[in-house]
């Protein structure tokens, strides 16, 4: 029997003993691979070109012609039984066709002997490992033409085959070569596709990646798997722009909209918050916010599936550490940040605790990103214990209280940007869940501190966001908040040209992260374990709320004449955290000077 008879026989059997013990039906077939391969150090290559042309064939002829599919075959299982053979100094052309060989182009018999001779290949020899985890990873991206069709039935069923045995293999070689991950995690951020290619190959990378960080590889990389996967959604996140949004008026925030969607229909719990149409983003505002949505959803079914297998506990250690590396310190980041919001929702006695103890812990550390996360999950999360919620207020109000004690005569804002963001973080927090801690004495007594603090020489109500502080005043008011209210003064006060300093281009003294999500299917997630702001009980009753309009101190003062008008002008515009108005009409300074009783949105265009 001649060699190229040998090559067209297909009844040469393989097992998957891939160290070398195989058992072949026809031995020839592989004693004449292994003769091509060797000859081709002396010259003698007729035999090896054709199998190079062999698995170079034209994918056109290659699937009109049925015996060059058992031929392919063929050759692949024959090779398995070879490796030991294969030279990289001799065979390139071999190994350059084998590596540039896609799963997705064969049927399932080729795609076992492709995928056996790979993992054959990869534990033979460390020299060629990292080609073979390299062309596995490249088939987590399919063809476009799956991408285009993976409505049908068939193109979803191609799917499941090649990526079932992609990851497979992957498990088989990293069995049998315990470095595998390490030398797999780079490979998975270089595959990654960019930012700027913004289809749907992001969405079943992404899925490939979550299923490794839940597979026995997962065990050892999956805090470099999740840091890939969080630093592609922060990535995306930045894309969209609230400046990408249609604004009927320029001043309505988000948190105004909150409202006014709640007034067809009063938003109970568990309902879900009507979102803005995401696709009237501009600038490529809807692919990137359409990917997004997609991503997130999937991170949260994968957060639901290690809660059910009961690795939850170690998967959010990882993820924490990916949100610390690639969202905390992000300027602007609006939706990634809800992966930690739904993990502790999902857990809420461990994860929600841990997440807001670290939070605390690496604001102690001077990192003031850290407090506005801390003050935006307490005031949001509906799965966290009023107790649990007034127990990290008490963490909160101790370090100011002690910063009080401490505190030198520089009373300059610039100086002292941690303690005021503590305050603005207790004061945001409050006015969601004030009533409730008022309502259970014990709580209430923890609070006692927080007039002493507001009261301090550094008055951090002239310098925190205006809209915070009109609206803790009125339900501090109402409520009783402090035993000696005679001594605190309740205005709705505004900034001075103290606080100018404090502000700055990139500052994250306004930045309330957990505000409403805006991407529809996440937010189907996050709903039902969030506190909208029409849900909240403040301590006032809203049809009485004038009654809690207290008149406006400027600068701290109470004998200004509020009928200057140049000087109220003055003070306004040196508003700082907020952004600057000028009069122009009476109407327009009524506004202003009468503060509303709502919580100025930190997501607005503006506030950003």
């Known amino acids: 029997m001649g060699a190229v008879e040998l090559l067209n026989d297909s009844s040469s059997l393989y097992t998957e003993d891939y160290v070398g013990n195989v058992d072949l039906s026809d031995m020839g077939l592989v004693q004449t691979l292994r003769k091509a391969l060797t000859s081709v150090k002396t010259g003698d290559s007729d035999l090896y070109h054709q199998i190079v042309e062999i698995m170079n064939r034209d994918m056109k002829e290659f699937h009109a012609d049925p015996d060059a599919v058992a031929q392919l075959e063929t050759v692949l299982k024959a090779l398995s039984g070879s490796v030991s053979c294969i030279d990289i100094a001799h065979h390139s052309k071999l190994l350059s066709a084998l590596f540039g060989m896609k799963l997705w182009d064969y049927r399932p018999n080729v795609m076992d002997a492709l995928v056996n001779l790979v993992i054959s290949l990869a534990i033979s020899s460390g020299k060629y490992l990292d080609s073979c985890l390299n062309m596995l990873i490249c088939n987590f991206l399919p063809p476009h033409w799956v991408i285009r069709n993976l409505s049908n039935p068939r193109v979803l069923n191609k799917k499941i085959e090649v990526l079932s045995r992609v990851h497979a293999a992957l498990l088989k070689i990293s069995i049998l070569v315990p470095l595998t991950p390490s030398r797999l995690m780079p490979m998975l951020s270089q595959n990654m596709p960019k930012i700027y290619k ?27 798997i999740l840091d890939v996967v969080v630093e592609r959604l922060r990535d995306l996140d930045l894309e ?6 249609p604004q009927d008026d320029s001043s309505r925030g988000m948190f105004d909209m909150e409202l006014e969607d709640a007034v067809e229909g009063t938003i109970n719990e568990g309902d879900e918050l009507p979102a803005r149409p995401l696709n009237q983003y501009k600038s490529g505002g809807s692919i990137a916010s359409e990917l997004l949505d997609k991503l997130m959803v999937i991170a949260f079914e994968h957060l639901e599936s290690c809660q059910n297998d009961g690795r939850l506990d170690q ?13 905390l310190d992000t300027y602007k ?20 605790v841990k997440f807001a103890s670290k939070l605390v812990d690496i604001f102690l550390f001077n990192k003031m990103s850290a407090v506005d996360y801390l003050a935006s999950f307490l005031a949001r999360g509906k799965f966290l214990p009023v107790s649990f919620v007034a127990n990290m207020l008490k963490r909160l109000i101790d370090e100011c209280v002690g910063y009080c004690r401490t505190c030198n005569d520089d009373i300059r804002p610039e100086v002292h940007p941690i303690f005021f963001s503590g305050c603005q973080a207790i004061m945001y927090v409050l006015c969601f869940r004030m009533k409730s801690i008022l ?41 009783g908040l402090f035993i000696v209210s005679d ?3 309740f205005d709705n006060r505004l900034e001075s040209e103290l606080s100018s300093a404090f502000g700055g281009v990139n500052r994250l003294d306004t930045f309330f992260p957990f505000d409403p999500c805006l991407l529809k299917s996440s937010n189907s997630f996050i709903s039902p374990n969030f506190i909208y702001w029409s849900m909240v ?69 503006e506030s950003l």
């Open 198 to 224: 913004k289809d749907h190959l992001i969405v079943v990378y992404v899925e490939n990646l979550l299923k490794l960080e839940n597979s026995s590889i997962g065990r050892v990389g999956g805090s470099m």
């Open 240 to 245: 969209i722009g609230w400046d990408d949004i």
């Open 315 to 327: 998967v959010f250690e990882n993820l924490f550490k990916s949100f610390e590396n690639f969202i």
């Open 333 to 352: 980041s609006k939706f990634s940040q809800f992966l930690m919001f739904y993990a502790c929702s999902l857990d809420p006695e461990n994860c929600g």
């Open 439 to 479: 309502d259970v004495p014990r709580l209430w007594s923890q609070l006692t501190p927080l007039e002493s603090i507001l009261m301090h020489k550094l008055d951090p109500l002239r310098v925190c966001l205006p809209s915070v502080v009109a609206e803790f005043l009125k339900q501090a008011k109402a409520g």
């Open 487 to 489: 001594s605190f003064i």
């Open 537 to 605: 009980k403040a301590t006032y009753d809203e049809d009485e709320e004038d009654e809690y309009d207290a008149e406006v101190i400027v600068n701290g003062d109470e004998d200004s004449d509020e009928g200057e008008e140049g000087d109220i002008d003055y003070a306004m515009n040196k508003m700082s955290i907020t952004p600057k108005h000028s009069f122009k009409n009476q109407m327009e300074k009524d506004r202003l000077l009468r503060m509303p009783s709502r919580i100025r949105p930190s997501t607005s265009p």
